[in-house]
Nanobody
Framework: QVQLVESGGGLVQAGGSLRLSCAAS????????MGWYRQAPVKQRELVAT???????NYADSVKGRFTISRDNAKNTVYLQMSSLKPEDTAVYYC???????????????WGQGTQVTVSS
């Protein structure tokens, strides 16, 4: 069983910074990509940032220049460094991993339980 566990959420003042972490554990052959998504009240889940095994990154326009995604492949961990936080960044942030559980298997999506990020104005 693959498990993704997020940490680092909390309450922060506008303009502040926060770093989220997500560690993947369990039986995995390889991780294609990891990323962060978020879901605010009454809104659908949206992509925040992703990073592939090759190091390619993708950011939502709303966070580009403020957020930085990084990874530690040895630890199967992805990070999201969030700076210049705005109240509109308030959401539940979910860790995502696209991975192979075996070399012959198709890649599958796995999700963490989410961590709340609240930015006060």
């Amino acid at each position: 069983q693959v498990q993704l566990v997020e940490s680092g959420g909390g309450l922060v003042q506008a303009g502040g910074s926060l770093r989220l972490s997500c560690a993947a554990s369990g039986s995995m052959f390889s991780i294609n990509a990891m990323g962060w998504y978020r879901q605010a009240p009454v809104k659908q889940r949206e992509l925040v940032a992703t990073i592939t095994r090759g190091g390619s990154t993708n950011y939502a326009d709303s966070v580009k220049g403020r957020f930085t995604i990084s990874r530690d492949n040895a630890k199967n961990t992805v990070y999201l460094q969030m700076s210049s936080l705005k109240p509109e960044d308030t959401a539940v942030y979910y860790c995502n991993a696209v991975l192979y559980t075996a070399a012959w298997a198709l890649p599958r999506d796995y999700w963490g339980q989410g961590t709340q990020v609240t930015v006060s104005s």
